[in-house]
């Protein structure tokens, strides 16, 4: 059974900074990419950023491009979302999500991921 935990969301100022994490367990993690995506308030879930299995290479929507940085701890199966200079447009529930192909690019569609977490609230104000 795969599980995918996130944690660190919350209400932040504009400006400011959190740090997402999402633990993962049930499956080879370190074998698959791994992505995390947002849904606003009636729009459509969308593509953050992706990280591939080692670790080497990231790929970031071009809104958050500067500002979030994607990690991971293989040894933990944790992956890791550093967000600074959030703006109100960054409101949203963020999901992270377990790739569907091992050794694979970082993909960012939604319908290559296999699992998804349970999301976690950011909201930031003005």
């Known amino acids: 059974q795969v599980q995918l935990v996130e944690s660190g969301g919350g209400l932040v100022q504009a400006g400011g900074s959190l740090r997402l994490s999402c633990a993962a367990s049930?499956?080879?993690?370190?074998?698959?990419?791994m992505g995390w995506f947002r849904q606003a308030p009636g729009k459509e879930r969308e593509f953050v950023v992706a990280?591939?299995?080692?670790?080497?290479?990231?790929n970031y929507a071009d809104s958050v491009k500067g500002r979030f940085t994607i990690s991971r701890d293989n040894a933990k199966n944790t992956v890791y979302l550093q967000m600074n200079s959030l703006k109100p447009e960054d409101t949203a529930v963020y999901y992270c999500?377990?790739?569907?192909?091992?050794?694979?690019?970082?993909?960012?569609?939604?319908?290559?991921?296999?699992?998804w977490g349970q999301g976690t609230q950011v909201t930031v104000s003005s």
């Open positions: 990280i591939t299995w080692s670790g080497a290479i990231t």
């Open positions: 049930g499956r080879s993690f370190s074998r698959y990419y």
């Open positions: 999500a377990l790739g569907g192909r091992i050794y694979s690019y970082a993909r960012t569609s939604v319908n290559d991921y296999d699992y």
